[in-house]
């Protein structure tokens, strides 16, 4: 082959090569354009920390030359006393910083509900990582946790018990619904890219004047309760609770709690959702939710209307439920109220670029856990 035919074939696999990737990115959502387009995220895992919006901010500060990395290679669970390899040991044994990652394909049954520390990142890519069992993870008063790419799944409620929690202490848990995800007067939480489904109460809580919460790129499905932001009606602390909702994936099979908010506010966009039985989105105790450029799909039969109000007084201020470049299919509708005042007013950090509603669906499509193949973008 002469230089000259060498030099055009580089060019063209080097152009071809620019032009599918260019592609890839610009199907990419704000946050995964951030580090999934690298082909080194392997070896820079913490990159991920710099990547996050929404209400949640940045984590940089799970990440430094004083983070330990952390590698499970046991899928056992010991509630009581964490064998040094297992998710329970990395996630409750190690005080300070610690990046979680896993060696191989496992499936981790856990025997009790699962504590996590605060300045814990759980980091399942690259390896499919399934967690079952009771509880599944709770995240009791803490700060900047980050969990991602897993499949958790089946989990089971629980009477009261004891389990070993944050920094390695025995602590007294109370009844455990089973949730996927209980998030107990926390703050400063990223939930992303999480494969969640079928659990005996709900899929994701978010209680107890929990607040800082960005919950993206995640696939909820065959589900009844998806997801709770607020306590309950009496738990007024949670008026301070701020959640993003943004690039999920919800359904099929989802019937409601997409989310249901009590008393603060939630920021829902650019979320695909396949159908619902009761509703999408709810809530009760005059919570603000701002729904923008989402892409709703009705449901064949039943309802179409995307909205639910429990308890509300329309002789006092209307609630502030407010739809922007909302996209509605199969006759889905959203009932608005309020003055449409229900604004983000996010730091410059904690923006990002929201989609037109029409672009949604694909932009969803990689919603979940991801299959990240070896030496290339995931």
Not at 61 to 86: A, L
Not at 272 to 285: D, H, K, N, T
Not at 306 to 313: A, C, L
């Amino acid at each position: 082959m002469s230089s000259s035919w060498h030099f055009v074939l580089v060019l063209s696999i080097a152009t071809i090569y620019f032009l599918a990737n260019a592609s890839f990115v610009q199907g990419l959502n704000a946050i995964d354009k951030c580090w999934r387009p690298n082909p080194n995220w392997r070896r820079m895992r913490m990159q991920l920390a710099t990547c996050s919006v929404g209400f949640s901010g940045k984590m940089t500060n799970n990440i430094g030359k004083d983070t330990i990395q952390y590698t499970v290679t046991d899928p056992s669970d010991d509630p009581s006393n964490p064998k040094p390899g297992t998710l329970r040991y990395g996630a409750t044994m190690i005080t300070g910083k610690v990046w979680i990652t896993f060696k191989n394909k496992m499936s981790i049954k856990l025997q009790k509900p699962l504590l996590v520390s605060s300045f814990t990142s759980i980091d399942g890519r690259g390896v499919d990582v399934d967690i079952t069992g009771v509880g599944c993870l709770v995240l009791y008063k803490v700060t900047d946790v980050i969990i991602h790419g897993l499949k958790i799944h089946h989990c089971n409620s629980h009477g009261p018990s004891s389990v070993m929690g944050p920094d390695g202490k025995l602590m007294p848990l109370g009844q455990m619904d089973g949730d996927a995800i209980r998030l107990v007067t926390a703050s400063k939480i990223w939930i992303d890219h999480n494969t969640l489904y079928s659990c005996h109460d709900g899929l994701l809580d978010v209680t107890r004047g929990s607040t800082g919460i960005t919950i993206s790129n995640n696939w909820f499905r065959d589900q009844d309760k998806v997801m709770l932001l607020g306590h309950d009606d009496g738990y007024v602390r949670d008026k301070d609770m701020k959640v993003s909702v943004i690039f999920n994936h919800f359904g099929p099979n989802c019937n409601q709690r997409m989310p249901r908010v009590r008393f603060g506010y939630a920021h829902v966009a650019n979320n695909f959702y396949r159908g619902w039985e009761q509703y999408a989105i709810g809530g009760s105790m005059n919570p603000s939710i701002k729904s923008e450029s989402n892409f709703f799909v009705a449901p064949e039969s039943g309802t179409k209307e995307v909205t639910w109000r429990n308890g509300i007084d329309k002789s006092s201020n209307p609630w502030n439920f407010y739809s922007k470049g909302d996209f509605f299919k199969n006759g889905a509708s959203f009932v608005q109220t309020g003055l449409g005042r229900a604004k983000p007013n996010y730091t410059k950090e904690q923006m990002f670029k929201i989609v037109d509603a029409k672009s949604v669906k694909s932009l969803s499509s990689s919603s979940g856990a991801l299959k990240c193949k070896t030496r290339s973008t995931c």
